[in-house]
């Protein structure tokens, strides 16, 4: 079994060094995790939120908030940038896929991160 194995992980790499296209793929799946991994490590260190909580439960709550906040900033960028592109076919512009396939909605340079969260309590009004 470890034979066929070696076997079956040789011919991939042969296809991986052959196939440009499979490369760029893998890369690009890559590069948006190292973004969204980007997006909390500057919302964690922004916010302060570091875990240092001493009990599971606590830190599972610090996990979550920073989930959330990267949720928000994803969703208003994404709800951005498809007006910008309805927009921008609205008036006739350039807007292919293959001009679309080179955006995300994962960058926050435009969003002010300093300050604080705070989240109501349940059953607060």
């Known amino acids: 079994m470890r034979e066929i194995g ?3 992980r040789t011919l991939f790499i042969i296809d991986w060094l052959l196939d440009a296209g499979m490369q760029r793929r ?3 799946g890559l590069n948006m995790g190292e973004a969204h991994h980007a ?3 500057a919302l ?3 916010s302060h939120t570091e875990i240092r909580d001493r009990t599971s439960e606590a830190q599972h709550f610090r996990m979550v908030e920073v989930n959330l906040l990267a949720a928000i900033v994803i969703y208003r960028n994404a709800k951005h940038l498809g007006q910008a592109v309805a927009r921008r076919r609205r008036e006739d512009l350039d ?5 679309l396939a080179h955006i995300s909605p994962l960058g926050w340079a435009h969003v002010l991160l ?3 969260y705070r989240w109501r309590k349940k059953g607060l009004a």
């Open 6 to 8: 070696r076997v079956e």
């Open 26 to 28: 893998a890369q690009f």
């Open 39 to 41: 997006l909390k490590n």
């Open 44 to 46: 964690r260190s922004s």
């Open 95 to 99: 807007c292919t896929p293959n001009l």
């Open 114 to 116: 300093t300050g604080e």
